[in-house]
């Protein structure tokens, strides 16, 4: 498709891979909080037969030139589970997506995304929301506010300037996707204190550490939680026992056994709290590349590693819980056992939970109790095809 002097192609090859890859470098070359992903992971992220998303979905990349010069890319996808999901959930029948989008230009954008809504049209599809690279849980949303300041392990950070381009394309906001952060330094308020040592008295409740030599069992009954504790939310979409075992090994170094927290009722696990070191502090001086020395920076740091941010990306506790008073209590006792050991062995002051539903009440209450405020917002639009 060719605009004026633009030229927008599918990716083919392996050159046009890498110009996709690269392309962020360019763009945020001035932008002191952008940081540049593993290139190698990028890689991986995109290629089918490397990530098991593509075993249930299937997408197609775009590049825009102009002049030869690389100016923007798109990715238009399909995750056939997503379709199987209710209507009412977010999802749903006739529900595609764009993602991975970048453009230099109003005009670059426009024309990227109607490159990506005729591919998702020829498919069948009837309705897009985006953006969400590739899969709702990867990186989902574009980010709105807080372009101060970077990201954290696994969130995206875009120009401001998309929120005009993806409006002005004719979308509107479907979901928003809030992160809030705390002072971990500081103990909660006293009535937390006192949920907490409630908790702590009950002979009921156990809040263990994950045990890193049954890294599979215990990724199992995390997974279990998972499914069921989000089951009902906007925008779920099950994880695969593929992408389980992926995810697992990719976060195998960063995962710490003392920062995951399971919540153990009467002897069986009803909730759990995953918490990562902020790896992209230790990724961003690398540029993208861990060679030559990189890997051996990034070894050091995963030996020991000292974070001035801990993530809290998965919190869940099962629904049957759900609306009841020891669903917080949980949750504050797991938040409370991981804060202090954040601040003693690794050296953190900084916590950030997220990304957290606009609608999800106990998550933003849970929230708004430990004194965390809302530091970055990341909307999800949608549009009728």
Do not use: C
């Amino acid at each position: 498709m060719a605009h004026n002097d633009l030229v927008i192609t599918p990716v083919s090859g392996k050159a046009d891979l890498k110009a996709f890859i690269d392309l962020p470098w360019r763009l945020y070359a001035n932008d002191p909080n952008w940081v540049p992903p593993l290139k190698a992971e990028v890689k991986e992220l995109l290629t089918p037969g490397k990530n098991p998303f593509f075993g249930h979905a299937e997408a197609q990349y775009f590049l825009a030139r102009r002049n030869g010069q690389v100016v923007g890319r798109i990715s238009a996808h399909i995750d056939h589970l997503a379709l199987e999901q209710p209507v009412e959930q977010g999802m749903g029948p006739g529900t595609g997506n764009f993602g991975l989008f970048e453009a230099e230009d109003d005009a670059t954008a426009k024309a990227l995304i109607a490159t990506a809504e005729d591919w998702l049209r020829a498919k069948g599809m009837t309705r897009v929301l985006g953006p969400i690279s590739l899969s709702i849980w990867e990186e989902p949303g574009l980010l709105i506010a807080g372009h101060d300041h970077p990201p954290t392990v696994m969130m995206g950070h875009n120009s401001p300037a998309y929120q005009a381009m993806i409006e002005g394309a004719g979308y509107v906001p479907a979901k928003q996707l809030k992160t809030y952060e705390l002072d971990i330094t500081k103990s909660f308020p006293p009535l937390i204190q006192r949920i907490i040592q409630s908790g702590e008295k009950s002979p009921r409740i156990t809040i263990r550490k994950v045990d890193k030599s049954k890294f599979d069992k215990e990724a199992a009954i995390i997974l279990s939680i998972l499914n069921d504790a989000w089951g009902n939310n906007w925008g779920f979409v099950p994880i695969t026992d593929d992408e389980v075992a992926h995810t697992g090994k990719k976060l195998k170094p960063i995962v710490f056994e003392d920062l995951i927290m399971i919540a153990e009722l009467d002897g069986e696990p009803v909730a759990f709290m995953m918490t990562l070191p902020d790896l992209n502090e230790a990724t961003k001086s690398l540029n993208g590349s861990l060679f030559p020395f990189g890997f051996i920076k990034l070894l050091k740091w995963l030996r020991k590693p000292k974070a001035r941010t801990m993530r809290v990306p998965l919190m869940g506790v099962v629904q049957r819980l759900q609306s009841s008073r020891m669903a917080s209590q949980l949750a504050f006792m797991m938040i409370e056992t991981i804060r202090l050991e954040a601040v003693a062995h690794y050296g953190s002051t900084r916590g950030e939970i997220g990304w957290v539903l606009d609608d999800n009440q106990g998550m933003n209450a849970i929230a708004d109790a430990i004194n965390s405020t809302v530091n970055k917002i990341y909307q999800i639009y949608e549009k009728p095809l």
